[in-house]
């Protein structure tokens, strides 16, 4: 049962431009969710977060967009540098936390 | 750097046999979760302790087991190995239970190969 779903394995995007990635969820418990970028042969590292109560959280660079009605979740990256070049998971928690498979962005110099 | 460290980085080992997965969660954090990742999938979620207690199980096998120690470190043991175990084990803390939500924070992982 996969509460958490990110249904683009990767995105190729070209330095400067903006990276979108989408998430959608089942579950309307969820509270709280995330971002996390992964690096090869290292753990994923938290990125971003936005509490269920906010639609919209914004860190530098990166933003993180909340449609609850939709149980929708994206990122956004401007400008897009190819060291974001990763792979991106999604995140929601109500109680434990959940995550999506993640999609992988290249970003082309 | 997390603060979350897991040791070995790296384990081979054959079937059937049995091993440790060490975790040293964040200074402060009382909350230790492991997750396993296989072959580019997602990250599943195995069990969760919360200062020694278990909190939260999930996909985990009875082959499977874990344990939140009084340093609040933790240990995955994974016995009766088979080739399907193969996979990045990550452990992850996060900030005590009763705060405003807070991210998990994982260590590097310990990739497990079993020949």
């Known amino acids: 049962d996969q509460q958490v779903k990110q249904n683009s394995p990767s995105l190729s995007v070209q330095e400067g431009r903006i990276s979108i990635l989408n998430c959608d969820y089942t579950?309307?418990?969820?509270?709280?969710f995330l971002w996390y970028k992964k690096y090869p042969a290292e753990g994923p590292t938290f990125l971003i977060s936005?509490?269920?109560?906010?639609d919209k959280n914004e860190d530098g660079r990166f933003t993180v967009f909340l449609n609850k009605s939709a149980k929708h979740l994206s990122l956004h990256i401007v400008p897009s540098q190819p060291g974001d070049s990763a792979v991106y998971f999604c995140a929601a928690s109500f109680n434990k936390f959940y995550f999506g498979s993640g999609t992988k962005l290249n970003v082309k110099p | 750097d997390s603060g979350v460290t897991q040791t070995p980085k790296h384990l081979i080992t054959a079937t059937g046999q049995r091993v440790t997965l060490r975790c040293s969660p964040r200074s402060g954090d009382l909350s230790v979760y492991w997750y396993q990742q296989s072959l580019d999938q997602g990250l599943q979620f195995l069990i969760q302790y919360y200062n020694g207690e278990e909190r939260a199980k999930g996909n985990i096998l009875e082959r499977f087991s874990a344990q939140q120690f009084p340093d609040l470190h933790s240990e995955l043991n994974l016995s009766s190995l088979e080739l399907g175990d193969s996979a990045l084990y990550f452990c992850?803390?996060?900030?005590?239970?009763?705060?405003?939500?807070?991210?998990?924070?994982f260590g590097n992982g310990t990739r497990l190969t079993v020949t």
């Open positions: 579950n309307s418990m969820f509270d709280y």
């Open positions: 992850a803390s996060s900030a005590p239970s009763g705060t405003e939500n807070s991210p998990l924070h």
């Open positions: 936005i509490s269920s109560i906010k």
